[in-house]
């Protein structure tokens, strides 16, 4: 057949689409860009908080009316969803009849063989979700890429260790696991010869990389070894649990020519009490120390953070707090949620669950703060140079191109607009100067 896999969510869920992608090709399907010229569609859904769980509801439900109107023959459910929803399998089977099969993010390497029953007139609907994920895609596994051909996200360890009150991820992730720096390294250096040229490494929990198959921690040993392989330009780290940020990891993001200045380091809150009714195993001192290090010993470096707002037990002081930080560590990209309470973790009983108006206003009232933050950072960044990853040409203006400096992560960051009057080819990096800044964007032009 030929199957449209459509990804949601993080680009984690990206990766388990890419080995699945690969997994149908090997075994003979062919695969389409666009669900409405597919035989077959494969959503692998996000399920992390509740928004995410009802875009996935709503994307399955478009997707069933193609089903209904003749355009699809078949429809497959994969991924968080499904897992997450394990122990309702008779309602998910009964509410979404137009949905061929259901399996869960340890289970996608199924879906092949039970395609090929159904075609072979076995029509039986499946529900196939493990009790504990434990798949782990490894280099040699079949793999078909989704991303623009010069970067890529490469999964060094799966699964969560972590306790966080708020956080579901490992009821259907499962508990850590990481592969051998010996398989990354073989991956990273086939990419490279596909013509990659940045290597986004993630992990539920990337800081901790390692520690379940060498004992400890091992990020920065694993930054070494890539950094030695021919080609490679630019590594980042997304997805860092602050609680692993060891003084080696600091050492080796300031001393690894092709690890760029960045790290996403999700920290949550700044305050000790939210910090403990959270299980973020850091309290405010850490996190404040953790900032100055990075700021002293790395020139340069570019720091991503979440926070959650709104939190059970969150007063406005505590908010205020928060707001104070953010000025005191002048992180160059935030992200900010409302707390959203999700089933079956501890924060969903808390008392003092803070309203829905309540959270708004203060993470408006943050989100301001952060874009004067980001609004002066970046106008720092007027009449100086950097290098850019050139991502798409303008689709009117021939003299403009998009791109990515290293302070920006893919989907989640701002761009440099370059302008240039010849032709800059996507994948490649030039030299720009800045002549102009907003809140999240730079203008530039580049350097002959």
């Not at 990020?219 to 060891?246: F, M, N, Q």
Request: one cysteine or more.
């Amino acid at each position: 057949m030929k199957i449209h896999v459509l990804s949601l969510g993080c680009a984690r869920a990206l990766v388990d689409s890419e080995g699945l992608a690969g997994l149908l090709k090997e075994a003979g399907h062919s695969l389409s860009h666009e669900p409405q010229s597919a035989d077959c569609v494969v959503v692998n859904t996000c399920s992390f908080i509740r928004e995410a769980e009802e875009e996935s509801v709503a994307t399955i439900l478009d997707l069933a009316e193609l089903k209904k109107t003749g355009k699809i023959r078949r429809l497959y459910v994969a991924g968080c969803l499904p897992q997450k929803r394990r122990n309702e399998k008779e309602d998910m089977l009964s509410l979404l009849p137009e949905v061929d099969g259901f399996l869960g993010p340890g289970d996608l390497s199924k879906l092949p063989m039970l395609i090929e029953r159904q075609e072979s007139g076995k029509p039986d609907r499946f529900f196939v979700t493990s009790p504990v994920p434990t798949l782990l895609f490894e280099s040699t596994a079949p793999r078909q890429r989704l991303t623009p051909k010069h970067f890529a996200y490469v999964k060094v360890s799966e699964g969560c260790d972590h306790a966080c009150t708020f956080c579901s991820i490992p009821q259907f992730r499962g508990a850590h696991r990481s592969r051998s720096i010996e398989d990354i390294s073989a991956e990273v250096r086939q990419l490279v010869s596909e013509g990659v040229k940045e290597f986004n490494l993630i992990g539920q929990d990337s800081s901790y990389y390692g520690a379940d198959i060498y004992g400890k921690p091992c990020l920065p040993k694993l930054l070494r070894a890539l950094s030695e392989i021919p080609d490679v330009r630019w590594i980042r780290i997304l997805y860092a649990h602050p609680a692993h940020v060891t003084d080696d990891l600091i050492a080796a993001i300031r001393d690894c020519k092709p690890v760029v200045k960045y790290i996403d380091i999700p920290l949550q809150h700044i305050n000790d009490r939210l910090l403990r009714a959270m299980r973020r195993e850091t309290d405010g001192d850490y996190i404040r120390r953790l900032v100055r290090k990075f700021r002293e010993q790395v020139p340069g470096m570019v720091i991503r953070s979440t926070f959650i707002v709104g939190f059970p037990g969150e007063t406005d002081a505590d908010a205020d707090e928060l707001e104070a930080f953010l000025g005191e560590a002048r992180f160059e990209r935030v992200g900010m949620f409302p707390f959203s309470p999700e089933p079956k973790t501890p924060s969903e009983k808390m008392a003092e669950q803070v309203p829905d108006d309540v959270k708004k206003k203060r993470l408006d009232q943050l989100m301001r703060r952060q874009q004067e933050i980001s609004y002066s950072i970046n106008q720092g960044w007027i009449g100086r140079e950097m290098e850019v990853l050139i991502e798409e040409p303008d689709s009117e203006d021939k003299t403009l191109f998009m791109g990515r400096s290293y302070a920006d992560a893919p989907e989640v960051d701002g761009q440099v607009f370059v302008k240039s009057p010849a032709p800059l080819a996507v994948g490649e990096l030039v030299r720009v100067k800045i002549t102009d800044a907003y809140e999240y964007d730079l203008f530039g032009e580049v350097i002959p």
